[in-house]
Protein backbone atom coordinates (compact mmCIF):
# COMPACT_ATOMS: atom_id res chain seq x y z
CA UNK A 1 0.00 0.00 0.00
CA UNK A 2 1.29 3.60 -1.17
CA UNK A 3 2.00 5.96 1.71
CA UNK A 4 0.18 8.81 1.84
CA UNK A 5 1.54 11.75 1.08
CA UNK A 6 3.64 14.27 3.99
CA UNK A 7 2.08 17.46 4.59
CA UNK A 8 4.31 20.57 3.95
CA UNK A 9 3.36 24.28 4.34
CA UNK A 10 5.68 26.69 2.65
CA UNK A 11 5.33 30.39 1.86
CA UNK A 12 4.40 31.31 -1.90
CA UNK A 13 7.40 33.78 -1.97
CA UNK A 14 9.69 32.78 -5.04
CA UNK A 15 12.80 31.25 -3.10
CA UNK A 16 10.21 28.80 -1.59
CA UNK A 17 8.63 27.44 -4.82
CA UNK A 18 11.84 27.86 -6.67
CA UNK A 19 13.72 25.59 -3.86
CA UNK A 20 10.64 22.99 -4.39
CA UNK A 21 9.60 22.81 -7.32
CA UNK A 22 11.05 19.78 -8.21
CA UNK A 23 10.16 17.95 -5.61
CA UNK A 24 6.69 19.94 -5.10
CA UNK A 25 5.97 18.36 -8.82
CA UNK A 26 7.44 14.30 -8.18
CA UNK A 27 10.94 15.32 -10.41
CA UNK A 28 13.25 14.28 -7.59
CA UNK A 29 13.53 10.27 -7.92
CA UNK A 30 12.24 8.57 -5.01
CA UNK A 31 11.86 11.21 -2.89
CA UNK A 32 7.88 11.11 -1.08
CA UNK A 33 5.20 12.63 -2.16
CA UNK A 34 3.89 16.37 -0.88
CA UNK A 35 1.16 17.62 -0.59
CA UNK A 36 1.41 21.38 -0.47
CA UNK A 37 -0.32 23.88 1.60
CA UNK A 38 0.90 27.85 1.00
CA UNK A 39 1.16 30.29 3.72
CA UNK A 40 3.10 33.14 5.29
CA UNK A 41 5.92 32.71 7.65
CA UNK A 42 3.59 33.66 10.84
CA UNK A 43 1.36 31.08 9.95
CA UNK A 44 3.68 28.17 9.49
CA UNK A 45 5.25 29.69 12.71
CA UNK A 46 2.17 28.63 14.37
CA UNK A 47 1.40 25.27 13.08
CA UNK A 48 4.91 24.49 14.04
CA UNK A 49 4.27 25.44 17.82
CA UNK A 50 1.21 23.69 17.24
CA UNK A 51 2.61 20.46 15.54
CA UNK A 52 0.97 20.75 12.80
CA UNK A 53 2.34 19.41 9.19
CA UNK A 54 5.13 17.21 8.46
CA UNK A 55 7.20 19.41 7.07
CA UNK A 56 7.16 23.52 7.15
CA UNK A 57 9.15 26.64 6.51
CA UNK A 58 9.42 28.63 9.69
CA UNK A 59 11.85 31.17 11.09
CA UNK A 60 14.53 30.62 13.14
CA UNK A 61 13.81 32.03 15.58
CA UNK A 62 10.90 30.12 16.69
CA UNK A 63 12.84 26.91 16.58
CA UNK A 64 13.46 26.80 20.40
CA UNK A 65 9.58 26.08 20.71
CA UNK A 66 9.32 23.41 18.19
CA UNK A 67 13.00 21.77 18.68
CA UNK A 68 11.21 19.11 20.67
CA UNK A 69 8.72 18.03 17.95
CA UNK A 70 10.96 18.64 15.37
CA UNK A 71 13.91 18.64 13.66
CA UNK A 72 16.09 21.21 11.87
CA UNK A 73 17.00 20.17 8.06
CA UNK A 74 20.44 21.36 6.31
CA UNK A 75 18.86 22.30 3.54
CA UNK A 76 16.31 23.89 2.26
CA UNK A 77 15.85 27.29 4.23
CA UNK A 78 17.26 30.82 3.47
CA UNK A 79 20.20 31.76 5.00
CA UNK A 80 23.01 34.05 3.59
CA UNK A 81 25.00 37.63 3.35
CA UNK A 82 23.45 41.11 2.47
CA UNK A 83 20.12 39.32 2.64
CA UNK A 84 18.77 41.33 5.92
CA UNK A 85 15.29 42.90 7.09
CA UNK A 86 15.00 46.54 6.77
CA UNK A 87 13.80 49.34 8.63
CA UNK A 88 11.51 51.78 6.67
CA UNK A 89 10.45 54.86 7.16
CA UNK A 90 8.04 57.64 5.16
CA UNK A 91 10.55 60.51 5.74
CA UNK A 92 14.27 59.81 5.26
CA UNK A 93 16.66 59.42 7.97
CA UNK A 94 17.36 62.56 9.82
CA UNK A 95 21.36 62.70 10.86
CA UNK A 96 20.93 64.08 13.77
CA UNK A 97 19.03 61.45 15.37
CA UNK A 98 19.44 58.36 12.82
CA UNK A 99 17.67 55.19 14.62
CA UNK A 100 17.36 57.13 17.74
CA UNK A 101 14.67 58.68 15.96
CA UNK A 102 12.57 55.00 16.42
CA UNK A 103 12.08 55.70 20.33
CA UNK A 104 8.64 55.28 21.27
CA UNK A 105 7.41 55.32 17.83
CA UNK A 106 4.93 52.71 16.53
CA UNK A 107 6.48 49.70 13.99
CA UNK A 108 5.09 47.20 12.31
CA UNK A 109 6.16 43.61 11.83
CA UNK A 110 5.46 40.42 9.94
CA UNK A 111 5.84 38.28 13.26
CA UNK A 112 6.80 38.55 16.98
CA UNK A 113 8.28 35.15 15.96
CA UNK A 114 9.89 35.89 13.31
CA UNK A 115 13.79 35.82 13.16
CA UNK A 116 12.94 39.41 11.14
CA UNK A 117 11.58 40.64 14.80
CA UNK A 118 14.48 39.34 16.53
CA UNK A 119 17.19 40.86 14.53
CA UNK A 120 15.58 44.06 15.09
CA UNK A 121 15.09 43.80 18.80
CA UNK A 122 18.64 42.75 18.88
CA UNK A 123 19.58 46.05 16.65
CA UNK A 124 17.04 48.30 18.43
CA UNK A 125 18.84 47.42 21.93
CA UNK A 126 21.85 48.22 20.46
CA UNK A 127 21.10 51.68 18.94
CA UNK A 128 17.61 52.89 19.95
CA UNK A 129 17.96 54.24 23.83
CA UNK A 130 14.63 53.42 25.66
CA UNK A 131 13.04 51.49 22.94
CA UNK A 132 10.65 51.55 20.32
CA UNK A 133 6.89 51.96 21.40
CA UNK A 134 4.18 50.20 20.24
CA UNK A 135 4.58 46.52 17.93
CA UNK A 136 1.86 46.05 15.81
CA UNK A 137 1.84 42.80 13.64
CA UNK A 138 0.68 42.89 10.12
CA UNK A 139 1.16 40.33 6.76
CA UNK A 140 3.98 41.25 5.08
CA UNK A 141 2.27 42.60 2.02
CA UNK A 142 0.60 45.40 3.81
CA UNK A 143 3.51 46.57 5.85
CA UNK A 144 4.76 49.20 3.27
CA UNK A 145 1.10 50.27 2.19
CA UNK A 146 0.58 51.40 6.53
CA UNK A 147 4.21 53.32 6.32
CA UNK A 148 3.13 55.13 3.19
CA UNK A 149 -0.12 56.06 4.38
CA UNK A 150 0.95 57.12 8.50
CA UNK A 151 -0.81 54.29 9.97
CA UNK A 152 2.63 52.95 11.40
CA UNK A 153 5.56 55.33 11.70
CA UNK A 154 7.98 52.50 10.41
CA UNK A 155 8.26 49.01 9.25
CA UNK A 156 9.96 46.27 9.23
CA UNK A 157 9.96 44.55 5.96
CA UNK A 158 11.58 41.16 4.44
CA UNK A 159 11.31 39.29 1.12
CA UNK A 160 11.09 41.30 -2.02
CA UNK A 161 10.53 44.26 -0.24
CA UNK A 162 14.22 45.51 -0.39
CA UNK A 163 14.05 45.69 -4.26
CA UNK A 164 10.58 47.62 -4.37
CA UNK A 165 9.95 49.87 -1.54
CA UNK A 166 11.09 52.72 -3.41
CA UNK A 167 8.07 52.57 -5.37
CA UNK A 168 5.96 53.41 -2.24
CA UNK A 169 7.74 56.15 -1.41
CA UNK A 170 9.98 55.05 1.44
CA UNK A 171 13.50 55.22 3.05
CA UNK A 172 15.45 52.80 4.55
CA UNK A 173 16.32 53.35 8.32
CA UNK A 174 18.01 50.77 8.94
CA UNK A 175 19.13 47.37 7.39
CA UNK A 176 18.96 44.59 10.08
CA UNK A 177 21.34 42.49 8.79
CA UNK A 178 24.55 45.05 7.96
CA UNK A 179 24.18 45.30 11.76
CA UNK A 180 24.29 41.89 12.10
CA UNK A 181 26.84 40.93 9.85
CA UNK A 182 28.97 43.71 11.29
CA UNK A 183 28.58 43.04 15.04
CA UNK A 184 28.72 39.01 14.13
CA UNK A 185 30.57 38.42 11.18
CA UNK A 186 28.47 35.80 10.24
CA UNK A 187 25.68 34.97 7.83
CA UNK A 188 22.22 36.35 8.60
CA UNK A 189 19.59 33.23 9.38
CA UNK A 190 15.74 33.32 7.89
CA UNK A 191 14.02 30.51 7.70
CA UNK A 192 14.67 27.24 8.24
CA UNK A 193 12.87 23.74 6.98
CA UNK A 194 12.02 21.67 9.99
CA UNK A 195 10.22 17.98 9.28
CA UNK A 196 9.14 16.09 12.82
CA UNK A 197 11.14 14.01 14.55
CA UNK A 198 8.44 11.09 14.99
CA UNK A 199 8.93 10.07 11.02
CA UNK A 200 12.29 8.74 12.13
CA UNK A 201 16.25 9.64 11.41
CA UNK A 202 15.95 7.47 8.11
CA UNK A 203 12.89 9.35 6.74
CA UNK A 204 14.75 12.36 7.83
CA UNK A 205 18.40 12.63 6.40
CA UNK A 206 15.64 10.89 3.12
CA UNK A 207 13.66 14.24 3.30
CA UNK A 208 17.15 16.17 3.67
CA UNK A 209 18.31 14.32 0.40
CA UNK A 210 15.37 15.33 -1.40
CA UNK A 211 15.10 18.89 -0.70
CA UNK A 212 18.89 19.47 -1.65
CA UNK A 213 18.08 17.52 -4.52
CA UNK A 214 15.38 19.66 -5.41
CA UNK A 215 17.29 22.83 -5.20
CA UNK A 216 20.05 21.84 -7.34
CA UNK A 217 17.73 20.68 -9.92
CA UNK A 218 16.11 24.12 -9.91
CA UNK A 219 19.43 25.59 -10.23
CA UNK A 220 20.31 23.41 -13.02
CA UNK A 221 17.05 24.45 -14.92
CA UNK A 222 15.87 27.59 -13.71
CA UNK A 223 13.31 27.81 -16.36
CA UNK A 224 11.26 24.92 -15.70
CA UNK A 225 10.23 26.29 -11.93
CA UNK A 226 9.62 30.00 -14.00
CA UNK A 227 5.94 29.49 -14.49
CA UNK A 228 4.86 27.85 -11.30
CA UNK A 229 7.17 30.59 -9.01
CA UNK A 230 5.42 33.39 -11.07
CA UNK A 231 1.86 31.64 -10.31
CA UNK A 232 2.41 32.44 -6.56
CA UNK A 233 4.30 35.39 -6.73
CA UNK A 234 1.81 37.92 -6.07
CA UNK A 235 2.16 40.03 -9.19
CA UNK A 236 5.82 40.79 -8.56
CA UNK A 237 7.43 41.90 -11.41
CA UNK A 238 9.69 39.21 -13.41
CA UNK A 239 12.95 40.79 -12.55
CA UNK A 240 12.32 41.16 -9.15
CA UNK A 241 11.30 37.62 -9.01
CA UNK A 242 14.85 36.99 -9.98
CA UNK A 243 16.71 39.26 -8.33
CA UNK A 244 14.51 37.47 -5.04
CA UNK A 245 15.95 33.85 -6.10
CA UNK A 246 19.43 35.34 -6.46
CA UNK A 247 19.63 36.83 -3.26
CA UNK A 248 17.83 34.10 -0.79
CA UNK A 249 18.58 30.92 -3.01
CA UNK A 250 22.53 30.02 -2.07
CA UNK A 251 24.61 27.87 -0.85
CA UNK A 252 23.15 27.59 2.49
CA UNK A 253 20.06 26.35 1.09
CA UNK A 254 22.08 23.36 -0.46
CA UNK A 255 23.63 23.34 2.89
CA UNK A 256 23.79 25.06 5.80
CA UNK A 257 27.58 24.15 6.54
CA UNK A 258 29.55 25.43 9.45
CA UNK A 259 28.99 28.83 8.95
CA UNK A 260 25.31 28.10 8.69
CA UNK A 261 25.47 26.31 11.73
CA UNK A 262 26.95 28.95 13.99
CA UNK A 263 24.71 31.59 12.56
CA UNK A 264 22.07 30.26 13.56
CA UNK A 265 23.41 28.88 16.97
CA UNK A 266 25.21 32.81 17.40
CA UNK A 267 21.46 34.10 17.03
CA UNK A 268 19.33 32.23 19.61
CA UNK A 269 22.20 31.81 22.25
CA UNK A 270 22.32 35.60 21.58
CA UNK A 271 18.88 36.20 22.00
CA UNK A 272 18.41 33.95 24.98
CA UNK A 273 21.05 35.75 26.50
CA UNK A 274 18.62 38.84 26.21
CA UNK A 275 15.70 36.89 27.29
CA UNK A 276 13.71 37.21 24.06
CA UNK A 277 13.71 33.15 23.40
CA UNK A 278 13.76 30.60 25.96
CA UNK A 279 17.41 28.62 25.97
CA UNK A 280 17.86 26.16 23.37
CA UNK A 281 20.66 22.96 24.28
CA UNK A 282 22.81 22.84 21.53
CA UNK A 283 22.50 19.30 20.26
CA UNK A 284 18.96 20.15 19.82
CA UNK A 285 20.35 22.41 16.53
CA UNK A 286 21.95 18.77 15.10
CA UNK A 287 20.46 16.60 12.34
CA UNK A 288 20.09 13.16 13.06
Known amino acids: MAESPLQIAYSPCPNDTFVFH ?72 DPAEG ?10 VPSERSTAYLLFRLWAADVVPGGV ?68 AERLRALAEAARTSVRMAWDDPAASRGYVLEHAQEMDPAVTDRHIGLYVNEFTADLGEDGYAAVRGLLTRAAAEGLVPPLAPDMLEFV
Open 22 to 93: AWAHGRVPGAPELEVTYADIDITNGMAERGEFDILKVSYAVLPWVLDEYALLPCGGALGRGCGPLVLTREPE
Open 99 to 108: PAALTGKTVA
Open 133 to 200: GEVVVLPFHEIMPAVRDGKVDAGLVIHEARFTYQRYGLHKLADMGEHWEATTGLPIPLGAIIAKRSLG
